[in-house]
């Protein structure tokens, strides 16, 4: 991917409830991989999820899934019944042959 | 596990300095990456590598160059540190998976670099 955007630089959710990161991509490449990464406050990049430009199906993982519109160039990231532990930031990326480039991220904090 | 190992976790720097970051994989994958983290700009890709003495720009190349020598070994050089080069940086490496595509990333810990 040439570009991913992440146009919410900060989200609150109530725990249990389910809660959608957005994230865009632009890339002429026919064939990429989409990612999302978790990075708590202790700085580690923790790999959620991934989506093949070729697969036909949304990936899930269990509480995270990605949905995933091709024509429409999103790879949104939805996190079913938030937890307290999800209170992080979040990374959308994308590549293809070495290239992985990230958003700038969401900052997500769950209220108890 | 996958480990990815950078050498330093803080690092202080004057200006000018030459500055060494170095990033240790050990488990035999192509892709390694830099990257530096700032608050706001998410993380940005300076150089990546797909292989051994392979490397290429990534979007913010200036002022940084490196090294590949060795499969698992990818170190970033700042030939002249800037204060403006103050910043967390991250190293990653993936493997190359079917039909050509990035496998997910595995990253280091971080390098918080100061430059004074």
């Known amino acids: 991917a040439q570009k991913i955007t992440q146009t919410q630089p900060g989200m609150f959710v109530q725990e249990k409830e389910a809660v959608t990161l957005d994230c865009t991509y632009d890339?002429?490449?026919?064939?990429?991989?989409l990612f999302w990464y978790k990075q708590p406050s202790s700085g580690e990049m923790i790999f959620l999820i991934y989506?093949?430009?070729?697969?036909?199906q949304n990936a899930t993982e269990g509480r995270y899934s990605l949905n995933f519109q091709k024509a429409r160039k999103s790879a949104n990231l939805v996190i079913s019944a938030s937890q307290l532990g999800d209170s992080a930031m979040y990374f959308c990326?994308?590549?293809?042959?070495?290239?992985?480039?990230f958003g700038q991220g969401t900052t997500l904090q769950v209220k108890p | 596990d996958v480990k990815v190992t950078q050498s330093s976790r803080y690092l202080v720097k004057r200006t000018g300095e030459k500055v060494f970051l170095e990033c240790v994989q050990d488990?035999?994958?192509?892709?390694m990456f830099w990257y530096r983290q700032d608050p706001g700009l998410g993380l940005r890709l300076i150089y990546f590598?797909?292989?051994?003495?392979?490397?290429e720009k990534g979007d913010i190349p200036e002022g940084y160059s490196v090294s590949r020598e060795k499969k698992e070994r990818f170190s970033l050089i700042l030939e002249s540190a800037s204060t403006n080069q103050t910043s967390m940086y991250l190293c990653?490496?993936?493997?190359?998976?079917?039909?050509?595509?990035?496998?997910?990333?595995?990253f280091g810990q971080g390098t918080r670099l100061t430059v004074v």
């Open positions: 990326s994308g590549g293809n042959t070495g290239k992985l480039i």
């Open positions: 590598s797909y292989d051994v003495k392979m490397k």
């Open positions: 989506q093949g430009s070729y697969d036909q």
């Open positions: 488990m035999d994958h192509e892709n």
């Open positions: 890339t002429s490449d026919p064939s990429y991989g």
């Open positions: 990653a490496s993936s493997l190359i998976g079917a039909e050509g595509l990035d496998t997910e990333a595995f």
